[in-house]
């Protein structure tokens, strides 16, 4: 356990902004799910839709830095990748 004052404001300001990121993290986890689901089941507008709408939390989490930029590029691309496979299909 911390011995200084200043160690235990942090550990006190890690565990809030721990739990703020959380609710962040699980809805973009959800939107990137969706968007997966919509994919898969072969509806161009509702893939379009749900993508647009991950691509854009996902942005924002990286914005905020909640999670690496590069992680956040690299889950769009993939993200793109998919529905660019799937129109072409």
Do not use: C, W, Y
């Not at 890690?14 to 089941?41: M, P, Y």
């Amino acid at each position: 356990m911390a011995n200084h004052a200043s160690a235990l404001k942090r550990i006190r300001q890690n565990e809030k902004r721990r739990t703020f990121n959380r609710t962040f993290r699980n809805r973009t986890r959800t939107l990137v799910k969706r968007a997966r689901a919509a994919i898969a089941s072969g509806d161009k507008t509702a893939a379009e839709t749900a993508t647009r709408a991950a691509v854009k939390d996902l942005d924002m989490l990286a914005r905020r830095g909640v999670v690496h930029p590069r992680n956040a590029a690299r889950r769009k691309s993939r993200l793109m990748k998919q529905l660019a496979a799937m129109s072409a299909e």
